[in-house]
């Protein structure tokens, strides 16, 4: 038998640090969307008591560093299973983008693994588990267009953000979000205001223009600390023309958004020459 799951790539609109906590993580709010950019897991149960994963990606960690290994663990570990899983990974995300790669993986694992080891949980059931592999697990449970609060076991669905095309720029630099959290200073929050519960209003009101208006990431100031070039990516795309211009999660992935499929071509390609990996995709409900 077996089970295929897409797991799709997830984009920030907003990521509002509202402090640093007592447990040391950070508190935070942010609209997160999916994309059409996604990821393909098939999953094959097996009755030694192994765990295999292979990818297309020769780089990419296959062992306990991969979310989708671990997210096996952890249920095996749980639920006192003595089978095995094969899984194999379509990977199409980049990896440490800032789109939530190894996330949207696990979460597919948990859904896929409930269903074949039949262990009947429910969506809080499967966030919890989820929440012990990584803080951005949980919205890619739910997927969709959410508001997603805590350290982001919180996750709201709110009405889908309004259909438009992004334009993803990945240059090649790797950036560890843990590095990224670690590097910024609460001094670097006191004039940023947070956006996230504007847009959630704009994207109930269904008005495009204020959403992409105030897309915001209060990250983006220590990542292009680190990697100057990423401003250089974001004014490139606003000089372009595309509406709206922002980082994806801890980055380096530069999202710029449009409603003109023929302008956010031309800027797919215009970027091409600058950037390694550059992609366009479609939002999804
Ligand atoms: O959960 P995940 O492994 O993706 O988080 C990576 C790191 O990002 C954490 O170890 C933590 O240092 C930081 N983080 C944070 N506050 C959050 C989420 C993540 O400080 N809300």
């Known amino acids: 038998m077996e089970w295929i799951e897409r797991a799709p790539a997830k984009i920030n609109l907003t990521l509002d640090v509202l402090y640093k906590r007592e447990d040391g993580y950070h508190e935070l709010e942010m609209i997160m969307s999916s994309i059409d950019l996604a990821d393909h897991l098939t999953f094959t149960p097996i009755e030694e008591n192994r765990i295999e994963v292979y990818t297309n990606k020769a780089f990419l960690p296959v062992d306990k560093r991969n979310h989708v290994h671990q997210a096996i663990r952890l249920v095996k570990e749980q639920f006192q299973i003595d089978s095995g899983m094969l899984v194999e990974i379509d990977k199409q995300i980049p990896v440490a983008a800032g789109l939530g790669g190894g996330s949207t993986d696990a ?6 693994l409930n269903g074949i080891w039949d262990l009947n ?22 997927g969709g267009t959410a508001f997603v609060s805590g350290r982001g076991e919180n996750v709201r669905p709110i009405k889908p953000m309004p259909a438009c095309w992004v334009v993803l720029a990945k240059p090649k630099i790797s950036v560890s979000t ?31 223009e204020e959403m992409v ?16 070039y990423l401003k250089n990516i974001k004014e490139r795309m606003i000089r372009y023309g595309m509406d709206g211009v922002t980082m994806s ?16 071509k031309r800027v797919y390609n215009s970027l091409r020459g600058f950037c390694e990996e550059v992609y366009i995709a ?4």
């Open 121 to 142: 949980l429910n969506r809080e059931e499967l966030i919890d588990l989820g929440m012990q592999i990584g803080t951005d697990v949980p919205y890619s449970m739910v």
């Open 213 to 228: 208006r105030h897309l915001s990431n209060a990250l983006e100031v220590v990542t292009f600390q680190r990697h100057p």
């Open 282 to 285: 479609r939002t999804i409900k």
């Open 107 to 112: 979460a597919a694992t948990l859904r896929a």
């Open 178 to 208: 843990k590095t990224i959290f670690k590097a910024l200073e609460v001094a670097q929050l006191e004039n940023y205001e947070p956006q996230s519960r504007i847009v959630e209003a704009a994207i109930e009101a269904e008005d495009y």
């Open 249 to 264: 999660g801890s980055g380096p992935t530069i999202l710029g958004f449009s409603r003109n499929y023929s302008r956010a």
